[in-house]
Every structure is written in structure tokens, then in C-alpha cells.
């Protein structure tokens, strides 16, 4: 069992929709990270937050909108993305490490096809 | 920026045997090394983890090993099985919760 949960497990947009991605946890962990994996690819961080905050932005377009409204969410607010956007959308959490990385637990990730 | 090399790309070995996939890191700054197992359409899975103040790690068929002053770090995995089969990726850290991965390893094992 997964203790980090991602919604939905599968999602098929056009390039004109609005949709969203949704991961939580209940470890009590207060970061949370967004990542994008393709295909035989290492995964690419996107976004972190620390303590609901968005501490690391990694120059990641506009048309994803990171949003973290308490300790246990995290969503990815997803608008006219473009067909390269298909991928893995990994959600991760952590403890905080203010000295040092901890480790991160994954969810099963949300697989993304533009249409 | 920290870069993480990783090699070799594609691994395959006999079962029984033992498999080692190497990593070198380039900031001095880094502290922890966690190495992930991700099956095909899996999430990656943390599987063994090392920290600079330690040169290796063992559990139980894995271990890992660091060399601070070269920077890098290998995984070791022995008696291999059939279910030691797929992408391994290591990463580097400090501070800051942000992690560089590795660009993979995907490890066969033959029966």
C-alpha cells in the first residue's frame, strides 16, 4: 500500500480543458514535491513546498499551477498544456530536513495524455 | 547546480550473480544519497539510503558504499533474482529538500 495517494491514476485532456491533479499524505510530512517523469527517464522536479509554502520552482510554465491548501494536500492545477506535457506526474513527501534531505515517499502517480 | 552521472545505463546479469551500478556527484555540499527502484509503470521506491557521515550501508542482499573524496557512491546488489529487475536511480541532496537524480539504470536479470 502507497502512503502517498494520487487522483486520478489516469487522465486524458485536450488542449483546452482545465483539470486538476490531487496527492495526499498523512505521515505528518511537512514537504511535498511535484515531479514529471517520461518515458526511461529519471523523474524532473517541478515543484517543492515547505511547510505549505512553494520554496522551489523550477522555471516550470505557467500552465501548471501548483496549490497546497493544508499539511496533507497537494494539488496540480492543470490549463492549455501543450502534447509534450504527457507523462508520469509524481507526487512525493518528505519530513522536512532543515540540515539535510529525508527521504521521500512516492505516490503511484497520475498518468497524463494530451490530446 | 549539483549534476549527477550514473552509470552504466542498461545492466544485465545471470541470477545468482551480483550486480554494481555506480554514481558520481559534483557538489561537495551534498549530504544524502538515497538509491530508488522503479518497476515498469510503478512509483519509485526508496530501497537503501546513505548519508556523508557514513562510507556504507548494508541490507540484507543490498549495500551501499561512499566515497566522499571522490564523490561517488555505487549500489551493490548480490544474489541477484528475477525481481531485482528493473530501473534503479540514484540522487544526490543537501539542504533545501531538493534531490538530483541520476539518469537510470535498467537492470535484467536472466534466469
Known amino acids: 500500500d502507497t502512503e502517498v495517494t494520487q487522483t486520478p491514476k489516469h487522465l486524458v485532456m485536450g488542449m483546452t480543458n482545465k483539470k486538476s491533479l490531487k496527492c495526499e499524505q498523512h505521515?505528518?510530512?511537512?514537504?511535498m514535491y511535484w515531479y514529471k517523469q517520461k518515458a526511461k527517464k529519471p523523474p524532473e522536479l517541478m515543484f517543492v513546498y515547505s511547510y505549505e509554502k512553494l520554496s522551489i520552482n523550477e522555471s516550470v510554465p505557467s500552465r501548471f499551477s501548483p496549490e497546497c491548501p493544508n499539511s496533507s494536500l497537494l494539488n496540480l492545477h492543470l490549463h492549455a498544456l501543450q502534447p509534450e506535457d504527457s507523462a508520469l506526474y509524481l507526487c512525493a513527501s518528505s519530513r522536512f530536513g532543515e540540515y539535510s534531505n529525508q527521504p521521500q515517499h512516492f505516490g503511484d502517480g497520475t498518468r497524463l495524455s494530451i490530446l | 547546480g549539483e549534476n549527477v552521472e550514473q552509470h552504466p545505463s542498461t545492466l544485465s546479469v545471470q541470477e545468482g550473480d551480483s550486480a554494481v551500478i555506480k554514481c558520481t556527484y559534483s557538489d561537495s555540499a551534498s549530504n544524502y544519497f538515497p538509491w530508488y527502484k522503479q518497476e515498469l509503470g510503478k512509483r519509485p521506491q526508496l530501497i537503501i539510503d546513505?548519508?556523508?557521515?557514513?562510507g556504507e550501508k548494508k541490507d540484507q542482499r543490498i549495500a551501499v558504499t561512499l566515497n566522499k573524496t571522490a564523490k561517488h557512491f555505487s549500489l551493490h546488489i548480490t544474489e541477484t533474482q528475477p525481481e531485482d529487475s528493473a530501473v534503479y536511480f540514484c540522487a544526490a541532496g543537501n539542504t533545501g529538500n531538493q534531490f538530483y537524480f541520476g539518469t537510470g539504470t535498467s537492470l535484467t536479470v536472466i534466469p
Open positions: 505521515m505528518g510530512h511537512r514537504a
Open positions: 546513505i548519508r556523508s557521515n557514513v
